[in-house]
């Protein structure tokens, strides 16, 4: 049973610009083949080449095209406020009218232009939210943009300028990258203007849980070119001047550039990117499995050498692509399309980077026999407003609260489903609110989320004409 509500999951990412995308719904319906909507990349698998001209001097010559097609993106948001009232009104005039001011918002990011009739790549925490958008172009330029689409769950997002012959950059394949490779970042950071920096990757793969909130997908390249706020959804190229990298965020404890920025890898980023085109959501892959880290006394007890590297098959799910498949529980997935798995991190990605429908080479390890076993993906069935196994909520807003007849004094998320089998339907009722995990108070579901790490919590809960306290174990 669901409660007839309409909601906007807002994702507040610590990115690098104040500005944020209009979250994409992410429940499609899902897609047979590619539409007639793929964007015309121009795209460079080959491997980046050693120089042999010593020493390099300089980068000019392959940088100055990436900068005609790096651009500045401003954005705009009207936010509204609820000013707050003495609760004395209430009481000798009943029901007062909410008074609200408005003010206005500003946000300064990158984007890289990726095809000649205006499709461009940026960070979903660039635009999200945003009533205007503006791209500004290197040759001073000056459109207006639309949101394609967003996903959240990479931080990518996708917006669009019209006309047609913009410069645009090439496409690497972001899986020859290795720890060593000359890089670049071009962006606009702190809004002086293009801005080229230079260093090496200095890992691939990384997971800093920056997306954990929204049950992201991380697989950042990591780098020490300097990347500082309004680089966000700027361009990370290589050596070639090719695409490699989408830059979303830097780790620092100052807010300034440390030499630990990350960058979302071309490769998810265009995957992200060719679905939102043709369907304006993200629809992901599914292998159908659970999985868990292969660690080393697991693979000796499992005859293997301690230094192989994958993630274990735990279950199969009925019905699943896998179970179609011949995967068991056991089984150690290594690679997905000649692609290591080395993390259930890494595994997750890969998965989801197919494309429902199309099939994938999985290779993995079987009693002691290695075997290469071809699996057509399913669709992964995403629940964007889950909080907790078979519990999903939304904002409680002052409109709910009168057509709930819920108290005033009440805030937080309301329980707008809860499944028959989830392991908290004897504590959570449907139409509850949740006020308070662990003392804290809730108020949206990315800080909700970010607060139910694995183990026990409290929950301050009303429901029923009454606060309760709620325990549950999160796993």
């Not at 996903?151 to 496409?171: C, Q, R």
């Not at 020859?176 to 890992?203: K, W």
């Not at 990117?273 to 892959?285: C, M, W």
């Amino acid at each position: 049973m669901r409660l007839p509500v309409k909601w906007l999951s807002i994702l507040v990412v610590l990115g690098l610009c104040s500005s944020a995308a209009i979250a994409a719904e992410h429940d499609a319906a899902p897609r047979a083949k590619r539409s007639s909507k793929e964007p015309a990349l121009q795209i460079d698998s080959s491997p980046v080449k050693p120089s042999t001209k010593v020493p390099i001097v300089s980068y000019a010559d392959v940088l100055e095209p990436v900068q005609k097609a790096v651009v500045s993106v401003y954005s705009k948001k009207v936010i509204r406020e609820r000013l707050r009232l003495n609760p004395l009104w209430r009481e000798f005039f009943g029901v007062v009218p909410e008074a609200e001011r408005e003010r206005s918002e500003e946000g300064l990011g990158s984007g890289v232009l990726v095809t000649t009739d205006g499709y461009i790549l940026t960070n979903n925490h660039v635009v999200q939210g945003a009533d205007e958008l503006k791209v500004a172009l290197p040759d001073g330029r000056e459109l207006i943009a639309r949101v394609v689409g967003a996903d959240p769950k990479t931080d990518i997002a996708v917006i669009k300028i019209e006309g047609t012959d913009f410069p645009s950059v090439t496409i690497a394949d972001s899986e020859r990258l290795r720890v060593g490779d000359v890089v670049f970042a071009v962006g606009n950071p702190l809004g002086i203007g293009q801005t080229v920096t230079m260093g090496i990757v200095s890992a691939t793969g990384r997971s800093v849980g920056l997306l954990s909130d929204v049950s992201g997908y991380e697989s950042f390249i990591q780098t020490d070119a300097a990347i500082n706020f309004g680089n966000s959804g700027g361009a990370l190229v290589d050596a070639m001047g090719r695409l490699v990298g989408i830059n979303s965020a830097i780790v620092t404890p100052s807010r300034g550039n440390i030499g630990i920025g990350l960058a979302v890898p071309v490769n998810l980023a265009v995957s992200v990117l060719r679905s939102l085109v043709a369907t304006g959501v993200v629809a992901r892959g599914d292998l159908g499995v659970e999985v868990e880290e292969l660690l080393p006394e697991n693979a000796r007890r499992m005859g293997l050498a301690s230094d192989v590297r994958g993630v274990v098959v735990t279950d199969v799910l009925p019905d699943s692509a896998a179970e179609e498949a011949g995967l068991k529980r056991g089984d150690v997935i290594v690679a997905i399309d000649g692609r290591p798995v080395t993390s259930p991190q890494i595994y997750r990605v890969l998965v989801a980077e197919g494309a429902p429908g199309a099939t994938v080479t999985v290779k993995l390890l079987r009693d002691g026999k290695t075997l290469e076993v071809p699996v057509t993906l399913g669709r992964l069935e995403e629940k964007p407003n889950e909080l907790l196994p078979g519990v999903d909520v939304v904002p409680l807003t002052p409109e709910l609260k009168q057509y709930l007849r819920i108290p005033y004094r009440v805030d937080g998320l309301l329980v707008s489903d809860v499944t028959e089998d989830s392991p908290f339907a004897d504590r959570i009722a449907l139409g509850a609110v949740i006020m308070q995990i662990d003392r804290r108070n809730i108020t949206d579901l990315a800080s909700a989320r970010a607060a139910l790490t694995p183990g026990r919590h409290m929950l301050f809960v009303y429901q029923r004409g009454q606060a309760q306290v709620v325990s549950v174990l999160v796993r």
